[in-house]
Structure formats: structure tokens, C-alpha cells
């Protein structure tokens, strides 16, 4: 069964930047679309972006789009977000999930295979 375990979050100041990593074990994850999704308590979790399979499709919300960078290396098991110029209103904590609908405008959040477990970001002065 596919397990995600994402990495990378924390503090950091406004305009900084993190890497967050979503690496998967006990099955490959190439043949897998793959989402970010991030959530502040009391809020809906709101899809962040998405890669297809072979990495030629990615997609982004509006609210990222031009700061944040979706990537994979499959050889490595492994799904990335580049995250650039954070601000305050990013902080949350970020889910990756192996999904089962292509990547587009829509974020599926009920239709999910497997969830990480989630790792926090902050961004604060």
C-alpha cells in the first residue's frame, strides 16, 4: 500500500522560500497524479497544484501561481513544491495526495487514493 510522508515545512519570514518534499514508500508512485492541498483550522483543505504522471501537466490555484513550483522525480519516488515570495496568508499545513482525477482547475479533495500526514508552514515575521 502507497504511504506519503511529506517534509520541508517551517518557519520562515515573509518572502522566503521552503521546499517541500512528499516521498513515497511500498509502492511506486510514477503512475500516480499527485496533488498538494493545504489547510488552516476551521477552513476547507483547498488544492495548491498538481502534476500528472510523467510531469508534463501541472496546474496551480490562482493564489500560487507565478510562487509556487510542482515537480517530481520518480526515479526518486519523490514529489516537490518549490515555494517562493511566502506570505503570511500561505501559512497552513500542506498535504500531498496521490489522486485519482487529472490535473485541471478543480481540486477533487473527496475523491483521494492516499493522504500524507501533513507538514506544517509558517510564515511570520
Known amino acids: 500500500q502507497l504511504q506519503l510522508v511529506e517534509s520541508g515545512g517551517g518557519l520562515v519570514q515573509p518572502g522566503g522560500s521552503l521546499r517541500l518534499s512528499c516521498a513515497a514508500s511500498?509502492?511506486?508512485?510514477?503512475?500516480?497524479?499527485v496533488a498538494w492541498f493545504r489547510q488552516v483550522p476551521g477552513q476547507a483543505r483547498e488544492g495548491v497544484s498538481c502534476i500528472s504522471s510523467n510531469g508534463g501537466r501541472t496546474t496551480y490555484a490562482d493564489s500560487v501561481k507565478g510562487r509556487f513550483t510542482i515537480s517530481r522525480d520518480n526515479a526518486k519516488n519523490t514529489v516537490y513544491l518549490q515555494m517562493n515570495s511566502l506570505k503570511p496568508e500561505d501559512t497552513a499545513v500542506y498535504y500531498c495526495?496521490?489522486?485519482?482525477?487529472?490535473?485541471?482547475?478543480?481540486?477533487?479533495?473527496?475523491?483521494?487514493?492516499?493522504w500524507g500526514q501533513g507538514t506544517q508552514v509558517t510564515v511570520s515575521s
Open positions: 511500498g509502492s511506486p508512485l510514477d503512475r500516480k497524479v
Open positions: 495526495a496521490a489522486v485519482r482525477w487529472s490535473c485541471g482547475s478543480v481540486y477533487y479533495v473527496n475523491s483521494v487514493d492516499y
